[in-house]
């Protein structure tokens, strides 16, 4: 299917087929789960629990237990080692997708195939087309800030590496951003170099070539496009120099990568002098975006969950470009498109595609008998309950727990809108305290409000719930902007302690079971650190999610936080 409408792409036809979609949402939901069950139902894994061939979603939910990565990860070792049985899926699985590790401090392994790619395509399709009839691109170029990490050799020789790796490395990935008219700026020497920090600078040197080609500047999560422009405001003059002399700069080494940019570069002196007077021209780099791209529409990429602390700077790069916030899914596959595309990203919502996975949903409320509640299906969801995502899907996932928390904000048609809350698994907690990541974002808001006075702003940050002091508390980590008074940070420490409004945790604190909060700023470069860290372990950079909470057995992250310290503040908030 892929193949015959890759070079043609129909907006309007693409809308269609979504909107008959999701008019039969919960009857497309059963035929999908049907279809998953036909194809793999003689796998090891589904035959130890007596379907017997039966595909109804009763009996399907009553037969198959919910797991969680744990329990697959003996039969994904198995698939990755080389046991070419179907074990999780009735067709061999060739690839490995890793995911971030950036929640619990390592990758996890997990089945990719052919029918994760159409869906993948599928969701881009979908999102595009509803991003053009607001906001209509064509014959242009997208400056996507992507990086692919090394693809390696499983055991059983599959090839592995992360999901957006295994996306951008597949042929279909290419055609179709050219069929919606959006290639991307630069060469796949680039993109698939090795050293990210090269990667990162020939893309800034592309997307000044084709400046005036531009129509959408994008990756994969906000943090990204927001790290490009900090570091093209330390790099800038430098980027003009080779546009200038027609010659790459000497810090790019990797001769793929030299040779490459070299066929596209070529001396202008005329447009070196007017970025180099536009630039000049700034106040504190306002608006860059626009003054380098001016054909420029839209900023695109993942802005929710954890990236929406990075949105203030975004918007300060951004002017008046609006910022698109991209679809919904993680590396085990996809949930929802974003069809509402002018909604800002702290409002965005994800409708449900009914065709790429049977869906899940558990209630977040307890039972009053105290058990788990049972999972509903899509067309059962309520408006403005909170659930937990599980995922079936062509891949080998069976009620699978995402680890999502998702909020029904509105229906399109009969298939659930969902607003990302958090995951669930991300909680800062020492008692009976439970702080979300969205509690934490909060309250690091709240806080750097008392540096506006200073000029600075915060960097980037993460905590720690520290159970080796007695009492145990919470330790935030600050990176800062630049050097902020005692007499302010001890302010902004106080207000992070009183802004964990959770009532388990401040009645811990008003009786010094939690002690102090603590505030530790860190060294100018240290989340930096972090990223090389992670791109180390054989991470991509396009995946990479700063972790809100370092947990105890993410030992080696700590302990670039901790050696990076250079400051450190307790709260008298309950003193």
Known sequence: MLEKTEMKFDPEEVIEEFEALTKEA??????????????????????????????????????????THKDLEPYIQRIADGDLSPVLTGKPITTISLSSGTTQGRPKFVPFNDELMESTMQIYKTSFAFRNREFPIENGKALQFIYSSKQFKTKGGLAAGTATTNVYRNAHFKKTMTAMQTPCCSPDEVIFGPDFHQSLYCHLLCGLIFRDEVQVVSSTFAHSIVHAFRTFELVWE???????????????????????????????????DSIYN????LSNWYGLIPVL???????????????????????????ELPLLSADYGSSEGWIGANVNPKLPPELVTYAVLPNIGYFEFIPLRVNLDGLEPTPVGLAEVKLDEEYEIVVTNFAGLYRYRLGDVVKIKGFHNATPELQFICRSNL????NIDKNTEKDLQLAVEAAARHLVDEKLEVVDF??????????????????????????????????????????????SRKVNVIGALELRVVKKGTFHKILDHFVGLGGAVSQFKTPRCVGQNNSRLLQILCYDVVKSYFSTAYS
């Open 462 to 507: 993460t905590s720690h719930g520290n159970v080796a002091t007695d009492p145990g508390h919470y330790v935030v980590f600050w990176e800062l902007s630049g050097e902020g008074s005692d007499e302010t940070l001890q302010e902004c420490c106080n207000c992070l302690d009183k802004s964990f409004v959770d009532a388990g945790y401040v009645g």
């Open 293 to 319: 791209f001016p054909n420029a529409r839209y900023i695109y990429g993942i802005m929710t969950g954890s990236m929406e602390p990075y949105l203030k700077k975004l918007r300060h790069y951004a002017g």
């Open 278 to 281: 536009k630039c000049s021209g």
């Open 238 to 272: 430098e980027l003009v120099a080779d546009i200038r002399e027609g010659v790459i700069s000497s810090r790019v080494t990797v001769p793929s990568m030299r040779s490459a940019i070299m066929k596209l570069l070529k001396p202008d002196p005329e447009q070196a």
């Open 427 to 430: 909680l800062l907690s020492i």
């Open 26 to 67: 919960g009857k497309v939901q059963e035929e999908t789960l049907k279809k998953i069950l036909e194809e793999n139902g003689s796998t090891v894994y589904l035959q130890q629990w007596g379907l017997n061939g039966r595909t109804d979603p009763e009996v399907f939910k009553a037969c198959v237990p919910l797991v």
